[in-house]
């Protein structure tokens, strides 16, 4: 059974910093193509960023240059590492596949950054 855990989120001012983890059971992240999404109050929930098989990483343009993916397939966990936060990065992250899994959402992180 395919199950994320995603954890990291919290209340921190613009511009600070937060690590995401996603820990994952049920399939390797390494044959994954595994991504981060967020859903902001009222908005539908969108990808932000995500990361190939290869190692290849792409980002939302809303993000780029900001946030960075990362896997670790030892401990069978994505990452992603968020820099130079604005209060618009306001929402609840997930991760899932890409594309997802709609069997597979978890309850996700809260991250909130006030200005």
């Known amino acids: 059974q395919v199950q994320f855990v995603e954890s990291g989120g919290d209340l921190v001012q613009a511009g600070g910093s937060l690590r995401l983890a996603c820990e994952v059971s049920g399939t390797p992240v390494s044959i994954n193509v595994m991504g981060w999404y967020r859903q902001a109050p009222g908005k539908q929930r969108d990808l932000v960023a995500g990361v190939s098989r290869g190692g290849l990483t792409k980002y939302a343009d809303s993000v780029k240059g900001r946030f960075t993916i990362s896997r670790d397939n030892a401990e069978n966990t994505v990452y992603l590492q968020m820099n130079s936060l604005k209060p618009e990065d306001t929402a609840v992250y997930y991760c899932?596949?890409?594309?997802?899994?709609?069997?597979?959402w978890g309850q996700g992180t809260q991250v909130t950054v006030s200005s």
């Open positions: 899932n596949l890409i594309p997802y899994g709609s069997d597979y």
